[in-house]
């Protein structure tokens, strides 16, 4: 007697317990993309063989932008999507070392410009701006609301969280490589994708970055993936690393690519170009911003009815030098679009 009341007290308490965890599991009933909310999973949500779902791509630096920065990436200014459209990328600087008149030329030129949370070291003057996104508002003389982005150093940092990011106007963040899954919120805890996120932040989306997978290795940089190739070989490589997702589920992808690559591999820029000329003859390849592809997945169309977006944008920069002083005492100059603070 005493056993089998154990037994159904240890049977309800496991069922109780698996009740729980699956009311708290992400499902297409309790999480509909007209409430602002996604589930992480493979599935596209264009799935018409005649009339698919356009393969979005979005380049990402996550880089302090200086003139040389300017100069290494501005042949991103001539390069045009299918529809005519000039392409999209997301720029994202940390604050050390950033020129903020660059920054000002990347967001009048179209791109998306973001916050690196946590990515280089802050001085006091950020925090009394009012953090990272405000201070950019401020010495690139940009709305504040069109930096809804963020992507973090979350490797080297074990204790990041999302916290105060959609306070302050975030709405995605871009972080984590997990190839071939669409964005997703974080109304509910992914159980079937590796991130170290233990808090649900509702409505807040992740998109996924992806990883390079070259010569059968995975990458972490472009600088690492191609030693001694060809720019023949380079654009090779990434059109099949391309078309494995387009052949597949066609998830947005996120190119996380870095000026050293250019600057170091001397058949890089060639074969980058050689790579977009590719794309572009699918006619069905889309290069946009980070934000395009949260728009995209929130209001998901076919590739016949996708146009690219187009940032008709305005602003001054008086270019200023201003200094400030780091925690540790370094003294740092900085070029400004507004009078130093
Ligand atoms: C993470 O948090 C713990 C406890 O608060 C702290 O000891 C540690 O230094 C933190 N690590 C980093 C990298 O900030
Ligand atoms: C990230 O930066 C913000 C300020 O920009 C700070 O409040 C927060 O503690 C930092 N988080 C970590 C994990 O370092
Ligand atoms: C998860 O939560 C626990 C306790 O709240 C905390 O100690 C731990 O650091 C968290 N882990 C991550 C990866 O956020
Ligand atoms: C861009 O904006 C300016 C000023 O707001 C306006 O005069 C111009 O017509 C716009 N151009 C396009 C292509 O929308
Ligand atoms: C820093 O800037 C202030 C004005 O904002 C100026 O008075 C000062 O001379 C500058 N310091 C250096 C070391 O350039």
Known sequence: MKKILLLALSLSILWGHSLCKLADRCNDE??????????????????DLDDPAPQLIALAFREAA?????????????????????????????????????????????????????????PNVVNKLGGVKSAISYFANLPKEDIYGSTSSVFWNPNFTYDGLQS????????????????????????????????????????????????????LSLLECFTGDSSEDIAASLVEQIDLVRNYNRAPIVLEISTSWFRINENALDGFL?????????????????????????????????????YNRTGDCSNIMCNYTLPDGSLRYLRSCTDCP
């Open 168 to 219: 302050d106007g975030i709405l995605y963040d871009s972080s984590w490589p997990l190839n071939e899954i669409l964005p997703f919120t974080l109304d509910y805890l992914p159980t079937n994708v590796q991130i170290p996120v233990n808090k649900t932040y509702p409505h807040f989306w992740l998109v996924p970055t992806n990883q390079w997978s070259v010569k059968g290795y995975t990458c």
């Open 274 to 310: 050689i790579f977009f000329e590719k794309m572009l003859e699918k006619k069905d390849v889309f290069f946009v911003s980070v934000g395009d592809i949260v728009q995209w997945i929130k209001n998901p169309v076919s590739v016949s009815k996708f146009k690219s977006s187009v």
């Open 30 to 47: 309790n999480c509909k993309i007209e409430d602002d909310c996604r589930c992480a999973s493979t599935i596209n949500p264009i799935n």
């Open 66 to 122: 200086t003139s040389v920065f300017l100069d290494i990436t501005s042949f991103l200014f001539d390069l045009r999507n299918p529809d005519g459209i000039q392409i999209g990328a997301t720029f994202y600087p940390p604050f050390e070392y950033t020129d903020f008149s660059v920054v000002q030329t990347l967001y009048l030129q179209g791109f998306e410009i973001g916050v690196c949370s946590n990515c280089s070291r802050v």
